[in-house]
């Protein structure tokens, strides 16, 4: 997500820290850069040149040309102003306390809308509202069987018409009624998308409004569509003024630049964006948190919270004290491993990690997500007894585990090596404060997966550079015992 972005925004503010004195021509000439890069990752021109111009009104001023690190603080009038662009938000949807809340969702054909009204009725039922879902949107053919299969999925009522004789209008005035009648308090309605702004869709999405009164619209923007999500924004604001926008495929490849246009374009809102095509990947928008991801000074709030609502406190407690005690196993390992695989994408959860998102930049090639899964399976290949007793894993058992799991016999005393140093490592941290344990897991970083030749390292990385296990390590040193004794008899 924002990588383009991300990283144009690098390189031209890498051209501000490179030593000597800043001046107001190299400020401007930098900033320059900053503005390229907006206008590569696809913000709209006009929003872009008013950034850089409020970015230079605040950098070239004597605070900043006499401070210490003036290349720093202009870094934080960037990231400052990016806030400023993409926010204030407002993730409420002001439903009413009581009766029946009503969302209007529109959008343009593709850009998720259908999925999107799904997860928005998912987040609503977590927070303890009984939604119903309305399939106004006539045009899609599969629109209306795709809302019918999210809604089963949840356990969501969804009220639906042939659309043969009908229209979205009365699809949602009559869903209306049976929401009414059913006892829900909120109600979705799905309406129809074309491939483009029309009159025609318009003229259906006012007469809805109108009749159904809804508490909120929101416009549902593809972010990979960029100006053409910005334009369609304006285009439907203007026709229906907009309370929210949500923005769906963040983690596709995006360059950004819709996040950072539409709330200047249209004063609309984001609220939410989409992260996955899951029902669960809506999550609030948050212009600080966002900018911190764009320049690359991650996002440890949002990690946390991700953290928070997969991982159980009792057992995140337990195993804590198992490795304050020195007494945390492979098993142990294995269960955290699987508890951060809900979190998402290891790649992006490491991307959230301040001082992580440069490791990623520097080294694409990382399968960080494959690796944990090949360390999973060398583990499963183990008995209970063998994860619960790493100590005992002898060569024929290495032999043996490694067969199972399709691996080489060094791949599994690496994999045994590094979690003694884990487990060590853990356990000294077990007496840090947050702060402290960060600056642990950073240096950790930079003297491994950062250095190829350090001690953290993907494991396939690591089994071609061969003899670290002991079975091989062992066959050396007899071979060049022989070879020592060969060449006494040769000298004699």
Known sequence: MFEGIANGLKSALSVLGRGGKLTESNIRDGLAQVRKALLEADVHYDVATKFIKRCTEQAVGDA?????????????????????????????????????????????????????????????KEQGKLPMLVAADLQRPAAIEQLKIIGQQLGVP???????????????????????????????????????????????????????????????????????????AKAFNEALELDGVILTKLDGDTRGGAAISVKEVTGVP??????????????????????????????????????????DEEEVAR?????????????????????????????????????????????????????????????????????????????????????????EPPEVNRILKDFHQMAGMAQKMSGMGMMDKM??????AKGGMSNPNGGIQMTKERSKRGPADPDLADEKRKKARKDAKKQKKRNR
Not at 172 to 197: E, M, P, S, W, Y
Not at 199 to 217: F, G, S, T, Y
Not at 298 to 303: C, E, H
């Open 64 to 124: 900043v040309l006499k401070s210490l690190r003036p290349d720093q603080q202009i870094i934080g009038i960037v990231h400052q102003q990016l806030i400023d662009l993409m926010g204030p938000t407002d993730h409420s949807l002001h439903l009413r306390k009581d009766g029946l809340g009503k969302i209007m969702m529109c959008g343009l054909q593709g850009s998720g809308k259908t999925t999107t009204c799904g997860k928005l009725a998912k987040m609503l």
């Open 158 to 232: 969804v009220y639906s018409e042939a659309p043969a004789g009908t229209t979205p209008l009365k699809v949602c005035v009559n869903g209306l009624a049976a929401a009414q009648k059913a006892g829900v308090n909120v109600v979705i309605f799905d309406t129809a998308g074309r491939l483009h702004v029309d009159q025609q869709l318009m003229n259906e999405l006012e007469q809805i409004d109108r009749r159904v009164q809804p508490d909120q619209i929101l416009l549902v923007c593809d972010a990979m569509t960029g100006q053409d999500a910005v334009n369609s």
């Open 270 to 311: 984001i609220k939410f964006i989409g992260m996955g095509e899951q029902l669960d990947k809506l999550e609030p928008f948050h212009p600080d948190r966002m900018a911190g991801r764009i320049l690359g000074m991650g996002d440890i709030v949002t990690l946390f919270e991700k953290a928070a609502e997969q991982m």
């Open 319 to 407: 195993q804590q004290a198992k490795m304050a005690a020195g007494k945390f196993t492979l098993e142990d390992f294995r269960d955290q491993m699987k508890m951060i695989r809900k979190m998402g994408s290891l790649k992006d959860l490491m991307k959230m990690i301040p001082g992580f998102g440069g490791l990623m930049a520097a080294n694409p090639d990382i399968d960080a997500d494959g690796d944990m899964g090949r360390i999973e399976a060398i583990i499963n290949s183990m008995t209970p007894y063998e994860r619960n007793h790493p100590d005992k894993i002898d060569r024929s058992r290495r032999h043996r585990i490694a067969r199972g799991a399709g691996a």
């Open 439 to 444: 600056k642990a897991v950073q240096d950790l």
